[in-house]
């Protein structure tokens, strides 16, 4: 910017080369005048390119897509989740009369899941809570105590687990090791009419790992507060027409030695006391299935045995 009496200055001496130039013949000197200051002018800002987004891909199975959330209404109603708890039948859960939850391996491994209910504790209507004799009861949409276990049927591979004393498998066979499983099926309300009086409020359906080619796993797991975990399976075919299938599954949690406090049932005084809070679990199973290429028609024989301890009841 040049000053205000600077400028009145170079005028006059314009005005005083003209007048000379006119009438004395003076030439012409050219006096360069500074262009005034341009206004500032804003710089244009690129636009920044976004990220392209993924289109949702056309995948029709649950095992190819994940996550889901970007998937539209009919994407999502064209998934093929598989199930046959609810009718015996291998059908779509949307298809199913009844309302079925599937808990796949990759869930209950996201969740870092030790047992069988941890792995579906946290499904929708469902919690899990402690019961007699160190078991573990679950209650399907709030029907439950912990001195009630009634209600649920609990099948591993179609065959029933509750026994005839308690008409429940929460007291003492409610755990199965996950390294032998590969799903789990929830049915969310009465599945009597199919499974029997024992399947009132739901019924909790476990499928072992049954592939169909040559498989050999062996691994192991170690966790906070000691909890460990060895496991094998093995998957070998025995001909064109013949597969055996056995796994071996052992987890375990040592004392922990947990304080806790209660009342007095006798003299309503308040008391404090440990409990120890571990358990043991051991499953084995073992499968030889037969399926003739040729024909419709296959049979299994499956063997299962389960031993666990628990140590957890207050008191």
């Known amino acids: 910017m040049i000053p205000k009496a600077a400028r ?21 000197i050219a006096i360069a005048q500074e262009a005034p200051d341009p206004p500032p002018v804003a710089e244009a800002i690129e636009p920044v390119d976004a990220e392209p987004v993924a289109e949702p891909t056309d995948a029709a199975s649950l095992d190819e897509l994940d996550p889901i959330e970007g998937l539209s209404l009919e994407e999502l109603l064209e998934l093929e989740i598989r199930v046959s708890a609810a009718s015996l039948f291998d059908e779509r859960s949307l298809d199913a009369a009844s309302t079925v939850d599937l808990v796949t ?14 792995a579906i504790g946290n499904q929708p209507a469902m919690a899990t809570y402690a019961s007699l004799w160190g078991g573990t009861a679950v209650a399907i949409r709030g ?21 005839l004393v308690y008409a429940s498998a929460s007291n003492f066979s409610s755990n199965v090791e996950l390294p032998t499983l590969s799903r789990i099926e929830i049915v969310r309300g009465p599945g009597s009419a199919i499974h029997g009086t024992d399947a009132f409020h739901g019924v909790l359906a476990y499928r072992s790992e049954l592939p169909t080619v040559d498989r050999h796993v062996v691994g192991g797991e170690i966790g906070s507060d000691l909890f460990h975990r060895g496991y094998g399976v093995v998957s070998q075919g025995l001909g ?35 409990r120890a809070a571990s358990f043991r679990s051991l499953h084995g199973s073992a499968t030889l299935r037969y399926a003739p290429p040729s024909s419709r028609v296959d049979a299994s024989l499956a063997f299962h045995a389960n031993l666990a301890r628990s140590v957890g009841a207050p008191g």
């Open 240 to 274: 064109r027409a013949t597969r055996l299938d056995a796994a071996i599954a052992y987890s375990g949690l040592p004392d922990q030695n947990r304080p806790y406090g209660y009342t007095d049932p006798a003299t309503s005084a308040p008391g404090r006391s440990t």
């Open 105 to 118: 391996r990759d869930d209950w491994q996201r969740r870092g899941a030790r047992r069988t209910l941890d």
């Open 8 to 28: 009145t200055s170079r005028d006059l001496l314009c005005s005083a080369v003209t007048f000379l130039t006119a009438v004395c013949g003076v030439p012409t």
């Open 143 to 163: 029907y439950g105590s912990a001195s009630s276990v009634r209600g649920v049927s609990i099948l591993l591979d179609d065959v029933p687990l509750n026994d």
